[in-house]
């Protein structure tokens, strides 16, 4: 369920215009099916959680009270830097081990039985969006945002880091995107892929526009 608060910023406008043309004819060439926002943590854990389709009540407020990480819809910068602002940051984040990626799909390896595979949409790339506009446009085409560790796999699995942490520049991403995660601490950041050193970060999700990533099953 969405929270009422997402209401007075009237993206309806804005989403409408721009949902891309191309849109319908990808749905209809291929079969689209929802995919948890949290099945990147079954696979890992093996969970018995049910399957996470929507955000939390809540989630679209810049004011609404949530401190702890989740993993899924809210990190912490910690997870992922060290020394962040400082000029001795280092980006931990890191892909995972085995996945390989073919024509836009993601395949994790099968782990105790378990086997994971997420197709990626790429929008337009000459049009920039805000964050409320990309998951509206995801979720209209049955697709998702994809989420923090899914975009490291899909865009630098196979790359190498350098020593502040970094993948390579020359990654399978090569510009920025909107990811499914907002910074806990201070919830008008959203966190995003950067394409340019392929590390994630965070940035304000009201007034800033990026591009257009949105997974789904193969």
Known sequence: ???NSCAVR?????????????????????????????????WLTGSKEFGIYDYPEGFFSATAEKTKADGVFYEV?????????????????????????????????????????????????????????AYQICKGMGLRLPVIQESLDYCA??????????????????????????NPDYRYHAWHFNGRGAWVGATDRHDERLKLVCVGAP
Request: aromatic letters at 16%; hydrophobic letters at 35%; charged letters at 25%.
């Open 1 to 3: 369920m969405i929270a």
């Open 10 to 42: 009237n993206f309806g406008a804005e989403v409408q215009a721009t949902i891309p043309n191309e849109s319908t004819i990808w749905i209809q060439q291929n079969k689209v099916s929802a995919v948890p926002f949290n099945v990147f943590r079954k």
């Open 77 to 133: 910068p910690e997870t992922y830097w060290k020394n962040k602002g400082t000029t001795k940051e280092i980006f931990l984040g890191s892909t995972t081990e085995g996945v390989t990626v073919k024509d836009d799909v993601l395949t994790y390896p099968v782990k105790d039985g378990r086997s994971l595979a997420l197709k990626f949409w790429f929008g337009d790339k000459s049009k920039q969006h805000s964050f409320y506009s």
């Open 157 to 182: 699995s196979g790359f190498p880091k350098d020593s502040k942490g970094s993948y390579s520049k020359d990654n399978r991403c090569p510009y920025s995107f909107w990811l499914a995660t907002v």
